[in-house]
């Protein structure tokens, strides 16, 4: 049964209002004063509220704006009673959040009819509530499986890696990689595709999964300007794709050779990569690696 909280310190209102609501079917419970109220809400989280605005303790503006601050009590239905008719009093109303006012005197059927249109919204904002957290879940869950493709540092290498990631709050097309070509020479690679959600990521693991297979026919891997080559034929073929609609994705490629200290690289729309050395007066230079 729908849960109607009624918060007014006039009895005679509380009883006229509560009588007409149960007659509707509705469970109501009442809160002589506004601190009453706003505990009977904490603790029923109801439908929606109906609450006059002038009361001592603490008036009907205080507890609708405390209400609205409650994210446990976000989607309640919050319906002001007021004798106050001026238009700057319900634009001071509805800034504080109130959802629809009732004049008094009150009409019976006129509160009828706001009360079933108000718990129709209360009902609509649940669901879509439900629905924004299960998508929330899900794309949680597909951030943590990207996250999950990501490679871990390599240990008793010819070179020391280290990586970050931090992760933005929404599902992305961020990823990276690092793989021995063979025992001499590594290759490294950032990818970023635009754009957030599934789509976007799906072409990053797309991107990944090619070049970890090495699934580029006629192409050297150790040649960073034939891969970026080959990675722009294959993926503008397959760009009729419903999932990489409006994509596109920038990389940078790198192959460095231990035995020489040599790196090799190509960048295609991507940010440089930094070069950090040290000079032997101890001072650090920073070269970006610009193509």
Request: aromatic letters at 8%.
């Amino acid at each position: 049964m729908t849960q109607i909280l009624l918060i007014d310190d006039d009895p005679t209102t509380r009883l006229v209002l509560q009588r007409a609501l149960v007659k509707q079917g509705y469970e109501v419970t009442v809160a002589t004063n506004g601190e009453q109220g706003l505990e009977h809400a904490k603790h029923l989280r109801p439908g929606l509220i109906i609450c006059d605005w002038m009361m001592p303790v603490m008036d009907g503006l205080e507890v609708c704006q405390q209400v609205k601050a409650n994210p446990e009590l976000s989607t309640t239905f919050f319906i002001l009673l007021t004798a106050r008719g001026a238009v700057e009093d319900r634009v001071i109303g509805l800034d504080t959040g109130a959802d629809e006012f009732l004049a008094k005197p009150i009409d019976l059927n006129e509160l009828q009819a706001r009360v079933r249109a108000g718990l129709r919204i209360h009902q609509l904002s649940q669901d879509l509530q439900r629905q924004k957290q299960m998508l929330e879940t899900e794309l949680n869950d597909a951030a943590a499986y990207v996250r999950g493709l990501l490679p871990i540092p390599i240990e008793d290498a010819p070179v020391t890696i280290d990586t970050r990631y931090i992760p933005s709050k929404h599902l992305g097309g961020d990823c990276y990689d690092f793989e021995w070509l063979d025992n001499d020479r590594l290759a490294m690679y950032l990818v970023d595709v635009s754009g957030h959600g599934v789509g976007s990521a799906l072409l990053a693991i797309s991107v990944l999964n090619v070049l970890r297979s090495r699934s580029l026919p006629n192409t050297s891997f150790y040649q960073p300007s034939e891969v970026l080559n080959a990675l722009n034929q294959t993926f503008q073929r397959n760009h009729d794709s419903e999932f990489y609609d409006d994509k596109y994705f920038t990389i940078w490629y790198g192959v460095y050779q231990a035995s020489t200290r040599q790196l090799i690289y190509a960048s295609a729309g991507h940010p440089p990569a930094i070069l950090l050395s040290t000079s032997l007066d101890g001072s650090v230079q920073v070269n970006h690696l610009k193509t």
